[in-house]
């Protein structure tokens, strides 16, 4: 041990009276060795930012195929316009964009445009990612550049005529996109900003919070609610109160909505489960917050499509009570005799807005096909809701489904036996 200490402090004396020699100064000008270092740190730094900005951005979820290697495309996305085979972005030449400078990216990015000028379809969130600055971008690239090369070609997307014709999309711009970078609003905090920066940017939030028109634009309200594209999801409104509005939640439960996918007052499922884990369980702890307070401070709004609650005639008195013993012998164990649930593990249907949103598809769902919340670090193995569809049939989910939106002083439309059977048929 001694001895390994004055060798080394032998070899340090010599290379000090080494560098000493040969007009070496620890205070003069950096060398080009040092130089050299510095920008390979500068370099680990820029893509270590790029690799939690690609995650806020999701890039990998729809840039990866089932079991695919990460980044190499093959995702597959539905939309009425047809079915989109995601690319690879992986630093390969062929098949990825290994060939790309900065400046290539950031067009894809800020104006939505291919490398070799192509328009791309807005199933690309650029709609969104517009707003990012382009230090933001460049950080992307790196990252994105340090990734193994993965060959893997590209299928052609499916899409139908006459929106195949891709110069079409020329038109869709001029009506839908709006391009630039985010502009800080005057007046509001840095924080705000930063969070207004995040939700409409790389977090691409509006991309499935917003109703969509048949070409796929964003359209009415902003965050204001919408069906996803090609699925039989909601996403629902973040600014009425109704809905997902968070405007009178405190702080530290939208963060943990966020970031672990379940708080005391409403779990995320599905296509939001994957956002979670894919992407917003990465927030660092001031961005996670920084979104909080921009989610808060969203405008509240009355809901775009109220649901009607029933009135109580003797028939719906009598479909309540078939329902309440359907949830007597299949759901009370894990939500318990008053809707309450059990903290961390079952969601209270009691109170949830969830169970009571005004488009019923999302409840439907998750009682034919079950789900889970998010897997996150803080919550690697979330409690899950099995399945009923093989349970119980379309009448039976109808009328538990109608029970538990009017049980416990929730109020919600009922659900019919086609409402049910149309989810069976159209589930993706
Ligand atoms: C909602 C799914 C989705 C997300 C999220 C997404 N992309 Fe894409 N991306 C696509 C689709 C679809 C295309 C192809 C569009 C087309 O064919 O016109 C695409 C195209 C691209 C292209 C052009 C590739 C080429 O070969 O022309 C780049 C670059 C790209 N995406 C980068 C990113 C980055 C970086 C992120 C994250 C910040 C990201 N994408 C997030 C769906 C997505
Ligand atoms: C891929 C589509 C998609 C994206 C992107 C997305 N969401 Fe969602 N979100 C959904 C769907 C679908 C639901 C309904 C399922 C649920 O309640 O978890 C939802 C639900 C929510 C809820 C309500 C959870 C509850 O149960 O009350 C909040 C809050 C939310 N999202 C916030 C966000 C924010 C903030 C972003 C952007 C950082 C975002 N979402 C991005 C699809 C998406
Ligand atoms: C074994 C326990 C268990 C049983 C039995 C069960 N659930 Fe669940 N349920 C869960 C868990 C865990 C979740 C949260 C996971 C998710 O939403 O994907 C959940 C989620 C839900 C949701 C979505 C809530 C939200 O906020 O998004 C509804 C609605 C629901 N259950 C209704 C029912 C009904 C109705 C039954 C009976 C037909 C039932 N559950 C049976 C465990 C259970």
């Not at 060798?7 to 620890?26: D, T």
């Not at 992986?90 to 894809?108: C, H, K, S, V, Y």
């Not at 048949?214 to 973040?238: D, F, K, T």
């Not at 803080?378 to 029970?403: C, T, W």
Request: charged share 15%; proline share 7%.
């Amino acid at each position: 041990m001694k001895r390994s200490v004055i060798s080394a402090a032998v070899v340090g004396l010599i290379l000090a009276v080494f560098l000493v020699s040969i007009g070496f100064s620890p205070v003069s000008e950096k060398s080009a060795v040092a130089k050299l270092e510095d920008n390979i740190v500068e370099q680990q730094v820029q893509q270590a930012r790029g690799a939690y900005l690609a995650h806020i951005g999701n890039c990998m979820g729809c840039h990866t195929g089932q079991n695919g290697q990460p980044y190499a495309g093959g995702h597959i996305l539905e939309t009425p316009i047809g079915t989109f085979i995601t690319p690879n972005i992986t630093p390969d030449q062929q098949t990825g964009i290994g060939l790309w400078n900065e400046e290539d990216f950031w067009r894809a990015l800020h104006e939505g445009k291919g490398r070799n000028g192509d328009l791309l379809y807005p199933a690309f969130p650029y709609t969104e990612y517009t707003r990012i600055t382009r230090e933001d971008s460049n950080a992307i690239f790196a990252y994105l550049q340090s990734l193994p090369s993965i060959q893997q070609q590209n299928p052609p997307n499916q899409i139908h005529f006459p929106f195949n014709f891709r110069p079409l999309i020329y038109i869709w711009r001029a009506l839908y996109f709006e391009q630039g970078i985010y502009q800080p609003e005057a007046g509001k905090s840095d924080e705000w900003n930063r969070g207004a920066y995040l939700v409409q940017g790389l977090g691409h939030c509006n991309a499935c919070h917003t109703t969509r028109n048949p070409l796929g634009a964003s359209q009415g309200e902003i965050l204001g609610g919408g069906q996803l594209m090609g699925s039989n999801w909601y996403a629902p409104s973040l600014t009425s109160l109704q809905e997902a509005s968070t405007s009178d939640w405190p702080i530290h439960e939208i963060v943990q909505l966020l970031t672990v996918g379940l708080s005391s007052r409403a779990i995320t499922t599905g296509p939001m489960a994957a956002v979670v884990s894919q992407s917003l369980q990465h927030l660092s702890k001031d961005d996670a917050h920084a979104m909080a307070v921009y989610l808060q401070s969203l405008p509240k709004t009355a809901p775009h499509s109220r649901g009607i609650a029933p009135e109580l005639t003797e028939e719906v008195d009598r479909q309540l009570q078939h329902g309440h013993k359907i949830y007597e012998t299949h759901c009370q164990d894990c939500h318990g005799s008053f809707g309450q649930g059990a903290p961390g593990a079952y969601p209270p249907l009691a109170g949830n807005r969830s169970v009571t949103l005004a488009s019923p598809i999302n409840v439907i769902r998750s009682i034919l096909y079950g789900g889970y919340a998010p897997v996150t670090a803080s919550n690697p193995r979330p409690y899950g809701m099995p399945p009923f569809a093989h349970i119980l049939n379309d009448e039976e989910i109808a009328l538990v489904l109608s029970y538990i939106r009017n049980a416990w002083g929730n109020r919600g439309s009922i659900i019919t036996s086609v409402q049910v059977d149309r989810s069976r048929k159209g589930a993706q």
